[in-house]
């Protein structure tokens, strides 16, 4: 007996194969390619913090400075400037050989201290001072920074000293002395630091201070020391001895040969005086006499009379000589010449200027969208605030875990300053976070009316319904696109050698941020949520929309996802750039076209994490390495909880399916539509399908509902031959529960109109009736009335009713006749049968009778002025020559102009009766619940 195939294998298709294959390619190419081809595998951390601060500690007290009293946590750091010029002349991966071979004679890796005041150094004053090391321990670059004015930091930086400096240049000098046959001896320790630095200064007469160096002649020592035995035999007397610039250069060489550079390397370009010091300080420009690896080599060193070291300054610059070589020798550098650097240069202008037009055009649309959706209530509210709250944590997240981020200058409590910092990085957060919300509630409002299978798995994670077959697949299928992307990177660095990685920033993660996976994993899921949102439920569903096929959603996303360089993966030239966005933005496209936007996005997240976690196990030693494993943690946590998905073969979460609340609404408000129609229907039938055929009454008749359903009404009941009764009612309010009162008391007049009743008598039964029917509140005005065609009279009543406009022929003034009467279900009994009047009018050839409601006579303007009972009349007596039908169209039209855009707010009903032996009857009403044009 075979067992029956578990849902999740049965659930594997084709596709799915295909991305498990690509996905392990991707991850052995992403493994075994990028050492290979990333610069960052020369770094190393092996020296570590201790080792790093312990060199520098030595370096600066050899120089005579303390380093008491001082913070300086080291930081490994890369130097993108010299790192993009390298890969420019030699190409990315002869970049990569050369520091992996040489890397401590060119310092793109170092190890930078900056020595500030500690917090619980008092008030001492200390000057602040930057060491960077050789990723070896070795300095090559040191600066007391601040400017070198007397008060600088308390200390006089030309009155600075190195003991050992000093004796050194003075004991070993390069030249020997031609005015003292013999040099004697000194005693420096006998020498105080103030005789040093007030009997020596820099002679500023001399020639040779920013004169051609190579006429300045080697140090001879012979001059100082006879002042320094001098002082030795006469301790009091008072010296002021001038030096002259070989001095100088000969404190520079020796301290360049305290650091990774050695002075016989460098020739001297220009020496400079600084005055400003009492001529204590000089200043010496070096460079290397040879390029070190197409890089030309220049050291500003600025030295005190005393020997101290105060500056030094080393820059990089490009030799374009042997950049030009290097490209011509048929290298993967890159030719940098004059018009292919300004091609490059205008490349990349183009590149940021579509880019930042593209953005701000999709940004805008969905901004346009969101708020017209957002009008109409097609916005689901709940997601929009799940969306906020988690774009605004992971921004809280991004920013507050930034080291150098300074919320709180001048809080000296520490959970005081946490908490200003939280509450600080929340605000901002959530600023942003409604940017996000802007894009993801548009983007989700459209995609579930374009193509909503598309946001069915993402909807159930937003429901926290993750075990289920569809956020599962999702998962893994995401985690498979990942590795399809890393490995997509790995190989275009293979295949394209000449692309540069772009280096934006010097910092390594551990000096960023605390938390460099939670941090990377909060900026970048912010990062790609925007980005896949726009791209993948904007631009690929309103392709889709316009034509739904393959190439086209599939290429619009990878063409956008170029020009809006939406990857980690940044190179130069941007060409390059473009291209690896391209390749991710195709699979991209197809893991859409595919499968579903959480899949996207799993896989866009997971290889964004990954590719900014690269140091972590590229860079030797590196502390970021627990981070990747928290990565890869996380990854399985992702693969667990996917095949927990899928092989527990749910198709429906507890929530069958997450459903946006304006969803629900609209169908709420369809079926209460549809409802509304089918009452309409009812309503309609219940009214009057033609005028009735009365030989002597042209009759014409309109009834329009403010809403769907109304609580007008009007009706003709044939009694005998020759007699015809006649109701026109109006139900107080509107709408549906106006309509049913409607519906009632057309029952009661037809029943009690057949009786044989006089219309007065008609409304005192009918008002007995509703009374006992129809809860107290509601009542209706009414005009109830018989024709006698024989007789040539109608006879009526009124219950607080419009009065009944009568235009006799051929006088030109109407009257408004108004029986008595008040409003059927207004009052009982006696009170009500007491009011009710009867009245008959006697007619002839041409007489006008006009019923109506007072939606007629109080239709308002957008002047809040009313049409009113006289101007209908009035209009009426205009028009009383025309036909019945003819009198309702030009009143109805009247009417219509009047109110112009300011709407219909009551029920509007209309009988026009004309009295006329010659009129043909009518056949058909002339309007029913529809208006008149």
């Given at each position: ?202 002679n500023p007469a001399a020639s040779l201070w920013q004169g051609d160096p190579a006429d300045i002649p080697l140090f001879d020592s012979g001059k100082v020391r006879s002042v320094l035995a001098q002082y030795q035999t006469d301790p009091g007397g008072a010296f002021n001895t001038l030096l002259e610039p070989a001095f100088a250069v000969a404190l520079v060489r020796y301290h360049l040969d305290r650091t990774l550079w050695r002075a016989d390397d460098f020739r001297i370009d220009s020496t400079w005086l600084s005055r400003n010091q009492d001529n204590r300080l000089a200043r010496i420009r070096l460079s290397r006499v040879e390029p070190l690896y197409g890089q030309q080599v220049q050291a500003d060193a600025t030295v005190s009379v005393a020997g101290a070291l105060l500056n030094l300054d080393v820059s990089f610059e490009r030799d374009e000589g042997s950049l030009t070589l290097g490209a011509e020798a048929g290298g993967d550098g890159v030719d940098f010449q004059g018009q292919q650097s300004g091609v490059i240069k205008t490349l990349n202008v183009i590149a940021d200027a579509v880019q930042g037009l593209l953005i701000v055009v999709i940004g805008l649309a969905f901004v346009v969208i969101f708020f017209k959706r957002l009008g109409a209530r097609l916005i689901d509210g709940k997601a929009v605030l799940l969306d906020l709250m988690v ?543």
């Open positions: 007996m075979t067992a029956e195939p578990t849902h999740m294998f049965r659930r594997i298709t084709r596709i799915d194969l295909l991305l498990l294959a690509a996905a392990i390619a991707g991850g052995v190419l992403y493994v075994v390619l990028l050492p290979g081809e990333h610069p960052d595998v020369a770094a190393s951390y092996a020296l570590g913090e201790t080792a790093a601060r312990q060199a520098a500690d030595a370096f600066l007290a050899e120089g005579g400075y303390t380093v008491d009293g001082y913070d300086a946590p080291p930081f490994l750091r890369r130097d993108p400037d010299l790192l993009d010029a390298l890969q420019a002349s030699h190409g990315r991966r002869a970049a990569r050989r050369v520091l992996l071979e040489d890397g401590t004679s060119i310092p793109v890796f170092r190890w930078s201290l900056r020595y500030r005041k500690a917090e619980d150094a008092g008030d001492v004053s200390l000057p602040s001072l930057d060491v960077r090391l050789t990723s070896e321990g070795e300095v090559w670059d040191f600066a007391r920074r601040g400017s070198w004015e007397p008060g600088d930091h308390g200390l006089n930086a030309g009155r600075r000293v190195d003991r050992r400096a000093f004796e050194t240049v003075v004991m070993q000098a390069d030249a020997p002395s031609t005015d003292v046959a013999e040099p004697p001896s000194v005693d420096f320790s006998a020498l105080s630091d103030s005789l040093l630095t007030s009997s020596f200064s820099f774009i605004a944590v992971l921004m809280a997240l991004f920013i507050g875990l930034l080291k150098d981020a300074e919320f709180t200058p001048g809080i000296d409590s520490f959970w005081l300053s946490l908490l200003v910092r939280a509450l600080l990085s929340l605000f901002v957060g959530c600023l942003i976070g409604l940017v996000g919300v802007i894009l993801s509630g548009a983007a989700d409002s459209v995609a579930r009316v374009v193509w909503a299978k598309k946001l069915r798995s993402s909807s159930l994670v937003r429901l926290g319904a993750f075990r289920n077959v569809f956020v599962g697949a999702a998962l893994l299928r995401g985690v498979g696109v990942a590795f399809v992307l890393l490995g997509l990177a790995a190989g275009f660095l293979f295949v394209f050698p000449g692309a540069a990685i772009d280096f934006e920033n010097s910092q390594f993660l551990y000096e960023l941020t605390w938390l460099p996976m939670t941090w990377q994993a909060s900026g970048n899921g912010l990062f790609v949520y925007l980005i896949v949102t726009m791209i993948l439920l904007g631009v690929a569903t309103w392709v889709y929309r316009l034509r739904p096929k393959a190439w086209l959603v599939v290429g619009a996303v990878a063409v956008t996802m170029a020009l809006m360089q939406g990857t980690p993966v940044k190179f130069e030239p941007v060409v390059y750039t473009w291209l690896i966005s391209g390749l991710w933005g195709l699979a991209l496209g197809l893991a859409f076209w595919h499968f579903d936007f959480l899949t996207c996005f799993t896989g866009y997240f997971v290889a964004s994490l990954f590719w900014s976690l690269n140091e972590g196990w590229l860079v030797e030693a590196s502390p970021v390495l627990f981070d990747v494993g928290l990565a890869g943690l996380f990854v399985v946590g992702l693969v667990a909880l996917g095949a927990g998905g899928v092989a527990s073969g749910k198709t429906r979460s507890a929530p069958v399916e997450y459903v946006p609340a304006y969803i629900t609404e609209l169908k709420q408000q369809e079926r209460l539509r549809s409802e509304l129609d089918v009452a309409r229907e009812v309503q309609e039938s219940f009214l009057p399908r033609a005028m009735p055929e009365v030989a002597g009454l042209d009759i014409a008749a309109m009834c329009l509902a403010a809403y769907e359903i109304g609580g007008d009404y009007y009706d003709f009941i044939k009694l005998e031959p020759g007699k015809l009764a006649v109701v026109v009612g109006d139900v107080s309010g509107k709408g549906t529960q106006a309509a049913f009162y409607m519906t009632l008391t057309k029952g009661f007049v037809q029943t009690l109109s057949r009786e044989g009743l006089g219309p007065a008598e008609v409304m005192r039964r009918l008002n007995m009736l509703f009374c006992e029917n129809v809860t107290r509140g509601t009542f209706i005005s009414m005009i109830y009335g018989v024709f006698d065609v024989e007789a040539r009279a109608f006879t009526f009543a009124r219950a607080g009713h419009n009065p009944v406009i009568l235009k006799r022929s051929p006088s030109q003034e109407p009257d408004m006749v108004q029986p008595t009467g008040l409003a059927i279900g207004l009052v009982t009994g006696a009170r009500f049968d007491d009011t009710i009047e009867e009245r008959t009018l006697d007619l002839r050839i041409g007489d006008v009778l006009v019923f109506y409601t007072d939606g007629f006579s109080e239709a308002m303007n957008q002047a809040k002025d009313q049409y009113g009972d006289d101007r209908l009349a009035r209009k009426v007596s205009d028009l009383g020559q025309r036909s019945a039908t003819e009198i309702l169209h030009a009143v109805a039209e009247d009417v219509h102009h009047f109110v112009e855009s300011a709407g219909r707010h009551d029920d509007m009903t209309m009988v026009v009766v004309k009295f006329d032996r010659r009129a043909t009857p009518a056949v058909a009403s002339t309007a029913r619940q529809h208006a008149v044009a």
